[in-house]
């Protein structure tokens, strides 16, 4: 999964060329489940509502956007499916723009990205609050966020885990110290290059992995060369459904290095005075959500092959949400 999360000067001309030119979206269709209300949507309170929902295309934000669309239907709105939309920029626009009524989006990615900072919030609830205040300038309005965190991590195989026991990121700087031809990395090319990836966290941890030792990979890849051990450690996304059906131990990051990257649904503050009701329909959907939902969900696609919008709609029948 390739996400956006670097300010640079392309990503902000690219972002200034959205707000000049609208960054419409131009398809959809409408999303007709056979859902009524469930624990959500009681009295259907957005009967008559009219509601466009987007995503990302990767396959986490394919099944939060289908989660939206689905708790919608149920609380009585005409939904359009408008997810699957490449990159960031556009389906963040689209919201903002009015083009698009909601979606969810991650905290991280507004605050870095969309926002201009170049120092994340540690904490996670300040980090919400913080790209919360900041959108509602832009027309956006941001509802209470969800534990699910998909951040960068370091993840190693059982066998590995078993012959150097790390479980913490200290460790491994450790480890790089005291057995240097121990610690193998396989990373994406971005991750090796940014302040707040393989370099920044070299420098907050005090480890030193030899260049030598450091191999560059697509993400898929990076995966498949951590289970077979061929790396020792190796970048991964903490949701990622690949992290739990291979059995990975991920390092937990105890100096909280990396980046909140907590999601949250993110509304059209027009669409959101119109309907308030819209906010109680989804969070409780939000409040369900933690990392080890995401990696379940995830797999399933990813893993087993399953349609993202069949899976969102499985999860919210059996979480009782809808019926």
């Not at 009295?43 to 986490?60: M, Q, Y």
């Not at 150097?164 to 994406?188: H, I, M, W």
């Not at 393989?198 to 890849?221: C, F, H, W």
Request: aromatic share 6%; charged share 20%; with cysteine.
């Amino acid at each position: 999964m390739k996400r956006l999360r670097q300010v640079t000067a392309g990503v902000l001309a690219a972002l200034t060329g959205c707000a000049l030119a609208g960054c419409g979206l131009t398809s959809g269709s409408p999303m007709v489940d056979d859902v009524s209300p469930g624990s959500i949507g009681q009295g259907e309170p957005l009967k008559g509502a009219d509601l466009t929902v987007t995503s990302k295309s990767f396959t986490e934000n394919l099944i939060l956007g289908a989660m939206m669309g689905i708790a919608f239907q149920a609380a009585g709105a005409d939904v359009l499916d408008r997810t699957g939309i490449q990159g960031s920029i556009g389906s963040r626009e689209a919201v903002r723009n009015g083009d698009a009524d909601a979606m969810y989006e991650y905290t991280g990615t507004a605050w870095i990205t969309y926002q201009g900072n170049s120092e994340p919030i540690t904490d996670p609830r300040r980090q919400w609050q913080a790209v919360h205040d900041a959108d509602l300038r832009n027309g956006v309005t941001w509802l209470p966020p969800s534990r699910l965190n998909n951040t960068y991590a370091l993840a190693m195989n059982q066998a590995n885990f078993k012959k150097y026991g790390t479980r913490t990121l200290s460790q491994v700087a450790a480890l790089s110290t005291s057995d240097p031809q121990a610690v193998t990395l396989c990373v994406e090319s971005e991750f090796a290059n940014r302040a707040d990836g393989l370099p920044g966290m070299e420098k907050a941890y005090g480890m030193s992995v030899q260049a030598s030792r450091i191999t560059q990979m697509d993400t898929g890849i990076i995966y498949t060369q951590i289970q077979k051990g061929a790396c020792a450690y190796g970048e991964v996304f903490t949701t990622d459904g690949r992290v739990k059906s291979m059995n990975l131990v991920v390092m937990a990051d105890d100096k909280k290095f990396f980046p909140n990257y907590n999601a949250a649904p993110v509304i059209n503050s027009r669409t959101l005075k119109k309907w308030p009701a819209i906010a109680k329909v989804i969070d409780p959907v939000t409040k369900k959500l933690d990392n080890t939902v995401a990696q379940d969900l995830n797999a399933k696609v990813d893993v087993d092959g399953e349609d993202p919008h069949q899976v969102a709609l499985d999860w919210m029948k059996a979480e009782g949400f809808v019926k």
